[in-house]
Structure formats: C-alpha cells, structure tokens
C-alpha cells in the first residue's frame, strides 16, 4: 500500500540548475499539494490542485512551477534553482478538497539542497 | 490573509505532567486538522475538528475548536515520552483548498 510517492529522496542542485519533484498517488484522490518546511516556519504551501487539470498558487509560488498529469501525478520543477529553495518538500493528497474535511495523506519529502 | 499561529514554539514537560497546545487563526473556518511528525519523518494526521465546540481524544491527546474564538487547542494529559514530537494545527479558509498550517510545537517529553 504505497500511499503517496515522492523522488527523489535527496538532491543536491547548483544553482541556476533545474529539476523536477515527482510525486505519484494511488489512493484516487481528487486533492493534491505541494509544501515546503524549513526550520521554525512549520510548512508552507507552494501549489495545489483540487482536481485533474487545476491547479492554484499557494502561500510561496514564485520560483516554482507545477503539472498535474493527470489524477495521480502531480511533479513541482524548479526552473533556476537558488540557495533559498533549500528546503524540505512534501507532497500530499487528499481524498476531496480541503473544504470536503479530508485530511492530507503526506508522502516521505524530498531533501534538496541548493549550493 | 489567512494566518495560523501556535505556542508554544518549544515545549519541554515531564513525564505525568498535563499540557496545552494553542493554534489561533485568523480567518473564518469550520474545519481545523492536527498533525503529528515525528524527527526526519513525514506528518502523519491525528484529528479533523469540523465543527464549533467539536472535541475529538485518541489516547493522552484530545483536540478541541472553539470557531468563535478561532481558537484549537491539543491537551496532553500524563505526557509520556513516545508523545515527543512536533505538532502542527492546520486550518483551511473558508472559501478556498488552500490548508495552511502554523509553525509547529516541538514537543519534548523528559523522564
């Protein structure tokens, strides 16, 4: 029962390089986010979607683009990386919107770092 | 803009003792989630409140939502040491998917 799947687990980024986030979700979700936690600011939203074909900027989109493929996946990719990006990344879905009361099911993070 | 605050930040209790976490918000909303991670780990859900005067207990920890107020709170009662985590309240507005989480409250349990 694999949940939500996020990859890589690591990366380490020049900046200026570019990268995609993967995230894959095989609980039929509707829901799916995109967070960013950094130490002493809890998480933070970047994107979300609320369905297949939407998505919606968050609390910190600028730097950050997303794709929601279709209903499982949903990747985050960082144009021109820079050391502010360094952080940890989660993704999570959920079953509904937020406003269906569903909570978020979170994958394992991607730990990036940006020199 | 919808803002999500805790506190403490930092909490350091002993064994047996009792405890209260506050989440204020800042905007209407119905719906309030508590999550638990634990260090290095990811956030696992531990309750969805979604209504006013809402009160939900799973073990030591009870959650409570007073939408008036705009205020949670997460009780720790006998803390025990498997309780040390970071905890986080997270709210969603009213007219949006946006779920917005506050700061967290590390949680440290000591003998």
């Known amino acids: 029962n694999a949940g939500v799947t996020q990859t890589p687990k690591f990366q380490v980024l020049k900046t200026g390089q570019s990268m995609t986030l993967q995230c894959a979700q095989d609980?039929?979700?509707?829901?799916m986010y995109w967070y960013r936690q950094d130490p002493g600011m809890g998480l933070r939203l970047i994107y979300y979607?609320?369905?297949?074909?939407?998505?919606d900027k968050g609390e910190v989109p600028n730097g950050y683009n997303v794709s929601r493929l279709n209903k499982r996946e949903f990747s985050l990719r960082l144009e021109s990386a820079a050391p502010s990006q360094t952080s940890v990344y989660f993704c999570?879905?959920?079953?509904?919107?937020?406003?269906?009361?569903?909570?978020?099911?979170f994958g394992n993070g991607t730990r990036l770092t940006v020199t | 803009e919808l803002k999500v605050e805790q506190n403490p930040l930092f909490l350091s209790m002993q064994e047996g003792k009792n405890y209260t976490i506050y989440c204020n918000y800042s905007?209407?909303?119905?719906?309030l989630y508590w999550y638990r991670q634990d260090p290095g780990k990811s956030l696992e859900s531990l309750f969805v409140?979604?209504?006013?005067?809402a009160v939900k207990q799973e073990g030591r920890l009870m959650a409570s939502l007073d939408t008036k107020a705009r205020l949670s709170t997460l009780h720790i009662t006998a803390a025990v040491h498997d309780l040390s985590a970071t905890y986080f309240c997270?709210?969603?507005?009213?007219?949006?998917?946006?779920?917005?989480f506050g700061t967290g409250t590390r949680l440290q349990v000591f003998p």
């Open positions: 997270a709210v969603d507005r009213d007219d949006t998917d946006k779920l917005i």
């Open positions: 409140l979604l209504s006013n005067g």
């Open positions: 609980m039929n979700h509707n829901s």
């Open positions: 979607s609320a369905s297949e074909g939407t998505t």
């Open positions: 905007t209407t909303s119905d719906r």
């Open positions: 999570a879905s959920s079953a509904t919107s937020a406003r269906g009361a569903s909570p978020l099911h």
